[in-house]
C-alpha cells in the first residue's frame, strides 16, 4: 500500500512543475464536472494511465485528475470518484485521496449528489454537510496500519471552512442548507421504510458517497468541506420514482451555482 502510494505520487508529480503543490483535493460527484472549466490547467491525468489508481465505471463520472490553479489556489480536481456499489473494496474508494494528500493537500472539498430528506429542501438547493452518519458498515481506516487508528470524529466538517462557505453564499445570495449526510452503500434508492427510519435518526440528507473520504481525510487531519447538491425530494408519505437520469439531470440544472461558490470558498480559504 505504502509503496503504491508513493508510485501514483511520484507518477503524478513528474508530469507537474517541481514548485507545484495542490493545497486542496476537491472530488467532483455525479454529473458534476464543470468545476474544472474555468481552470487553469497543467496537467490533465485519466485515471487509467495512473499506475495503481482504480478505473471508474460510472458513466457520469469522467475519471480523470486534474491539476492546475482555480484563482491563485492550487488543486488537484478527481474528475469522478469510486464507489463501494462499483464493486472496490474501502482501501480502494480513498486511494487517490490518500496519493494527493501525499502531493501536498491539507484540505479535502466534497461535492456529491444526494437525495433531500429534510422536507424543507428542494431539488437544486445545496446543503453544507455539517456532520454525517455513516451507514455503509464499511470503513476504510481497518486495517493493519496502526495510524489509521481512532481519529476522533467530534466535528469532521470544519468550522472554519463552514463559515466561510456560509460568507459566500450570503454575497452570492445563493440559500444554503446545513444538515446531516447519511451514507449508504446503494446502488438501489431506498425504501419508504428506509427513508423514514433515516428521517427519524437525523438525517437531513442520504446518498452513496462522501464518508469515506471524509475518514481518510480526518484520519490524515486534513480539513474538510462538503457540499451536497440535493437532486431529488425524498418523501416517504408522497413517495415518487428516482432514477440516475433524473438525480444527473439536476445536478447538471444547478451545478454553475456549486461551481461559483465553490470558486468563491477556495478565494478565502
Ligand atoms: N438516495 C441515495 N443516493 C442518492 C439519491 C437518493 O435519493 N439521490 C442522489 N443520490
Partial sequence: MKKSLTESASFIASALPPHFHPKVAIILGSGLCAITDGMDILATLPYSTIPHFP???VDSHRGALVLGYIGDTAVAVMQGRFHYYEGYSAEEVVFPLRVVQQLGASILLLTNACGGLNPLFRACDIMLIDDHINLQWENPLISRDERHRFPDMSTPYSSRLQSIAEQCA???ALT???GTYLAVTGPNYETRAELRF???IG???VGMSSVPETLAARSLSMEVLGLS??????????PRHVSHEEVLTTAVRAEQNLKKLVFSILEES
Fill in 176 to 178: 444554503l442548507r446545513k
Fill in 203 to 205: 438525517a437531513d440528507a
Fill in 170 to 172: 450570503l454575497r452570492q
Fill in 55 to 57: 478505473i471508474s465505471t
Fill in 229 to 238: 447538491l440535493i437532486t431529488n425530494e425524498c418523501r416517504p408519505d408522497a
Fill in 198 to 200: 433515516m428521517r427519524t
